[in-house]
């Protein structure tokens, strides 16, 4: 659905060429035509005037390169005659106006030459920029914009009406996030219905989820929806270019969207503009990007309520890496996850595509999505058209479950190049595994509320995941509930352990991480009682860079540094601990959901809560027991 350039057409290169000849032409006129139509003065031939300088009639003179213009010496004080020649390469000129006494100067006076000096200095710039925007209407995609306009965004706006209308029916999978965006519908529809009670309309909402998921296209539909016009550009492209473009960009687009408003504004990948400040301050930061970014916030601090109804959408999939400034209230404070679909979703997805193509009576949607699970939307529409191609090249009429199976492979196998698609074996680990983090997730403080448990991979790392949203911001943590952390970490990989009796390669990140909040528990946060309070860290770029063992440590003593390491080690097994004797103890609820997690692919809200408040704690003598 991405709006390509598109190739210029032979036809337009001869036009182009046409019109290139033409302002050449006129360059070449421009150099005669002060000889042709030398108007205003009396034109006089090039000796006579030499004679007239040397018999010292002449009093001023004004060397064009086209043309000399020259004043007589008068008695009265009435204007005197001015006459004009052609000027002769003659370098023995300036000579002999000095030996004359004659008052001389290089450029003629504007006034009697603004008929030459607009033909050559203004109309083949003229003819360039026409040319120039004769393209960019051609292949930009239109727009009122010119040539000269670096600033001005490229936004490409989409009318209702122009172009297919894009409506929810039209997207599927992601039932949750249309939900949430039906409501932004409402928004658009009927300002004042809300405005009218003191409700603030939301300004900015962010799609978080993996790419193909469906964002754009939600986006879209949310503009067909509410029929109102849809502004979009990439982030990516704010920041091309040259310094200071991108926020004038900014200031442009927003401009334009609150004369159409009530409309959408869409920013493609947010996070090519909104990276987090803090993180890349390291690398001496990006001015262009964060003067793209503070334009970006002004313009959305700028529009308040009762204004124009212009609602900002924006999609990204690393939300954890935008600058926390973008997600403050009046800015970006919703965020509708848009996730990969689960099995019932990515039937109906399969369904959308498949009115597109002519189907045989022995395709089983519902059978290709149960073997298709980490697909996206946008996988999932491959997978049609693969299929269909497939069909046609086979001289099939229709295309064939057979032709679907073969083009599950094809597209399974390009995707497993990105890490994405997982056997039954791998399915069976990821289930337990997350659902290992969930149950101690829910016994541990520190973690906020386990929302989401999925074994539909998300991102291109994980396999399947655990989703925990915080109940509250947290800006300091105890102990207490760093070892929680620590503890939920290593869940995935204790209920494996108990499960399979053995580990996989999957738990890598999660050991990462728990090592890492140990190691910061212990030298910067002064919670170890073997090292007391100091801080063994270097600066902060250990923290922000946070890549774990490396972390460059205070210059410690060999003792200082073997002390550190036993500490860390013994938060993080104290920790394991902890993780396999709540899932031991829960053994069977740990069966129960990792089965049922198998068969949904996916446990949220509700349903999970009520599963996960079953988890029965530890009774402490038998943790402490275990520990010993
Ligand atoms: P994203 O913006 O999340 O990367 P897009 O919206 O660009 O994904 O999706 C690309 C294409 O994939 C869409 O134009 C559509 O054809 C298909 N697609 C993706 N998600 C869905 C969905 N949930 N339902 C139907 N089609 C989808
Ligand atoms: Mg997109
Ligand atoms: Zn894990």
Redo the contacts with the bound molecule.
Sequence with gaps: ??IKEQPKSPRFRIIANILLAVSGLFLLLNLFLPGLFASGPTGVPYSLFIHQVQEGEVNRVSVGQNQILYELKTENTEPAPVFATTPIFDLELPKLLEEKGVEFAATPPPKNTWFTTLLSWVIPPLIFIGIWQFFLARGGGGGPQGALSIGKSKAKVYVEGESAKITFA?????EEAKTELVEIVDFLKTPARFTQIGARIPKGVL?V??????????AKAVAGEAGVPFFSISGSEFVELFVGVGSSRVRDLFEQAKKQAPCIVFI?ELDAIGKSRSSNGFYGGNDEREQTLNQLLTEMDGFAAGDATVIVLA?TNRPESLDSALLRPGRFDRQVL?DR?DLS?REA?LK??AQKVKLGDDVDLRAIATRTPGF???D??NLVNEAALLAARNMRQSVAQEDFAEAIERVVAGLEKKSRVMNETEKKIVAYHEVGHAMVGALTTGNGRVEKISIIPRGMAALGYTLQLPTEDRFLMNEDELRGQIATLLGGRSAEEIVFNSITTGASNDLQRATDLAERMVTAYGMSKVLGPLAYQQGQQAMFLGNGGANPRRAVSEDTSKAIDSEVKEIVETAHEQALEILRQNRDLLEAIATQLLETEVIEGEKLHSLLSQVKPVAKTTADSVAS
């Design positions: 659905m991405a039209d997207v599927a999978g992601v799609l989820g993996p790419p193909g998921t469906g964002k754009t296209l939600l493609d999609a848009v679909p979703g997805i959308i595509h996206a939307g946008a999932l529409a």
